[in-house]
């Protein structure tokens, strides 16, 4: 895939991510939901024992999703540094 259409790609999956329903959606529903998924993360990863490989596919997501959760709070969510998500973040925007 040429880094343009990956570039493009990437631009409109943050578009899209911009204005989901469920960050309109503020109750106790999606609150436990999050709990739950977040919680079922923290045990699947003390299950595995070597590193997990990224696709191209699930950077390009985990790198959109960063841009919708201030930074300062990057380290509770995400299952890579900082420092990668801005690395995968200038790879896509780069033409």
């Known amino acids: 895939m040429s880094s343009v259409i990956v570039s493009m790609l990437y631009k409109v999956a943050r578009k899209l991510l911009s204005v989901p329903g469920v960050l309109l959606?503020?109750?106790?529903?999606k609150d436990a939901e999050l709990l739950v998924l977040r919680y079922e993360n923290a045990v699947l990863r003390r299950q595995i024992a070597v590193a997990v490989r990224y696709e191209p596919a699930d950077r390009l997501?985990?790198?959109?999703?960063?841009?919708?959760?201030?930074?300062r709070r990057w380290r509770e969510f995400f299952p890579v540094t900082p420092g990668t998500l801005l690395a995968w973040h200038r790879r896509f925007i780069a033409t």
């Open 25 to 29: 959606r503020r109750d106790t529903a």
């Open 61 to 71: 997501w985990l790198a959109a999703l960063s841009g919708l959760i201030p930074r």
